[in-house]
């Protein structure tokens, strides 16, 4: 089993930057890959970045890549620091945990798929409002 406890959500201005953490515990010897997911009131839930832990190799959805940067610690707690933030960026953030090489299949595809993930964190919730 695996847990993932996200954090760092809240009520951010327009423009304002912020970025959430992902804490993964338990047995994640064979789990390389951790991902974002987000899902916006009403819409359907979208993969925005993944790393890789075992080559740091990343993907990000190329509609939000320029304000997006996803990174790791040498541990297990990886980051997601989103830059001028927009009021369409509020919702709910999901962090997620999958094996490789999905990274290579989202870079190929140009989108993650959320079936390549198998333990998902409880979410945090972004709000962007002025």
């Known amino acids: 089993q695996i847990q993932l406890v996200e954090s760092g959500g809240g009520l951010v201005q327009p423009g304002e930057s912020l970025t959430l953490s992902c804490v993964a515990s338990g047995d994640t010897l064979d789990y390389f890959v951790i991902g974002w997911f987000r899902q916006a009131p009403g819409k359907e839930r979208e993969g925005i970045a993944c790393?890789?832990?075992?080559?740091?190799?990343t993907y990000y959805l190329a509609s939000v890549k320029d304000r997006l940067t996803i990174s790791r610690d040498a541990k297990s707690t990886v980051y997601l620091k989103i830059d001028n933030l927009k009021p369409e960026d509020t919702a709910v953030y999901y962090c997620a945990t999958g094996r490789d090489p999905i990274v290579y299949t989202a870079q190929a595809m140009g989108r993650m798929n959320s079936g390549d993930y198998h333990y998902w964190g409880q979410g945090t919730q972004v709000t962007v409002s002025s």
């Open positions: 790393i890789s832990n075992s080559d740091s190799s």
